[in-house]
């Protein structure tokens, strides 16, 4: 009898074979410098896909459906969130990966991961946050999206956090004091040694820029801030908006087909302008493995032409948008709720639900570092992380039932 049936299961690929087509200088994970805490390999994906499916289930990623960029969540539903823009990086991030053979899987965690730290209210939020904190070790959003994935979360039976592994932490913490770097042991060395973190690390940073320069634009020009005669200024803009002009003479009346016309066009050149000028910087340095990468000189770059005219939009951006009037006034606002909600805790901390009070309080000051675990934080520094955990609406309901009589 002829047996025609499939077999089930089929062997697991190893990650070894999963990854088998990497260029000898990407992050491999049968050498990755391992998780805190010691896990039996995954069945049938690699250890930085099994970091991203973590990164994907995490109560933290499910809340950034909720906090905004640069506008308030409820101003729109067409506006970006820190949900489409972690997908749009991560979307930019694997295409750069995948040409130069790097891998695709820690990118995109890492990109997933990036902005898991940020507050309510963007970047309004964090200077709040701060400022609130500034005699407690100060908050900043890239050691926030480590604490979130190191003991923040609550999914695992075995440890705080989600356990990923050091290639993935390293890529979330961008950037970092020297103060802190030395509290962070391994993590922080570089920011002290000047060495690089993997090309995976150093893609989705740049991935990142791409993303929130052009979704800017288009939610700019959507809002109404910014408009297409101040964009003329712009090279990079104006260059792609006549060559799609050109190519579409038709779609000029038709809304905004023409501008996502123009905005796709620079997306694509700035992903292959980096691919590009990568690839020259990796045929000029030859790194031969990762270690190597570390030690050279920041690899993933755009060439000195594109990165000029990165650096002018994202100057008009800051002109033009982010110091729009509108936007103070909304980042005016949002200081005042963050800032009303982290005095109301510290004055009378019985105010905080009571997952928090159980954790409270520690007199030792280091505790306030960003840096200390959840169980022995200080007062400020777990008030601290509940309000950046808060979405933007979570966070304007919490102050409404603080502050407005008849209101539950
Ligand atoms: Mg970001």
């Known amino acids: 009898m002829i047996k025609n049936e499939v077999e089930f299961p089929l062997s697991a690929p190893s990650s070894l074979a999963l990854e088998a087509h990497l260029a000898p200088y990407a992050a491999h994970s049968a050498t990755s410098r391992g998780r805190r805490f010691h896990e039996s390999p995954p069945t049938a994906r690699t250890e930085f896909q099994r970091d991203r499916d973590r990164i994907v289930h995490s109560t933290a990623f499910r809340r950034l459906e909720y906090k905004t960029q640069v506008f308030v969540n409820h101003e729109g539903d067409l506006f970006r969130t820190r949900l489409t823009h972690s997908l749009e990086v991560a979307q930019i991030a694997r295409s750069v990966a995948r040409n130069l053979r790097l891998n695709e899987d820690l990118v995109e965690a890492i990109s997933l991961a990036h902005d898991l730290g940020h507050t309510p209210f963007g970047h309004a939020g964090q200077d709040a946050l701060h400022e609130c904190m500034r005699d407690h070790g100060g908050f900043e959003h890239n050691l926030q999206s480590l604490a979130v994935v190191d003991q923040l979360e609550e999914h695992y039976g075995a440890f705080d956090g989600l356990n990923l592994c050091f290639e993935t932490r390293e890529g979330i913490l961008k950037h970092c004091s020297r103060e802190n770097a030395r509290k962070l042991g391994d993590l922080g060395e570089r920011f002290l040694t000047g060495k690089q973190p993997s090309l995976e690390a150093q893609i989705a940073n740049v ?21 297409l005669e101040q964009l003329s200024e712009v090279s990079l803009w104006q260059t792609h908006f006549e060559a799609a002009r050109g190519e ?97 805790f510290t004055d009378d901390p019985r105010l905080l639900p009571p997952a928090y009070q159980v954790r409270l309080p520690v007199a ?45």
Not at 207 to 227: K, P, Q
Not at 390 to 404: G, H, P
């Open 207 to 227: 991935a990142d820029e791409i993303a929130y320069n052009n979704h800017d634009v288009d939610d700019g020009l959507r809002s109404g801030f910014i408009t």
């Open 248 to 344: 579409y003479p038709d779609i000029e009346g038709e809304g905004r087909r023409l501008i996502h016309e123009t905005i796709r066009r620079i997306i694509n050149t700035l992903i292959v302008d980096l691919i590009e000028a990568t690839s020259r910087n990796l045929a000029r340095v030859r790194p031969a493995s990762l270690d190597d990468v570390r030690n050279a000189p920041t690899l993933v770059s755009h060439s000195d032409e594109v990165a000029a005219q990165a650096a002018q939009l994202k100057r008009f951006l800051f002109k033009n948008l982010y110091r729009h009037y509108r936007v103070m006034r909304m980042a005016n606002k949002a200081k005042r709720v963050v800032t009303g909600l982290f005095d109301a």
């Open 364 to 408: 030792d000051e280091s505790a306030n570092d960003a840096a200390a675990p959840v169980h022995g934080s200080s007062q400020a520094r777990l008030i601290s992380h509940y309000i950046a955990g808060m979405t933007d609406r979570y966070a304007l309901k919490e102050y409404q039932r603080l502050f407005v009589i008849d209101n539950n």
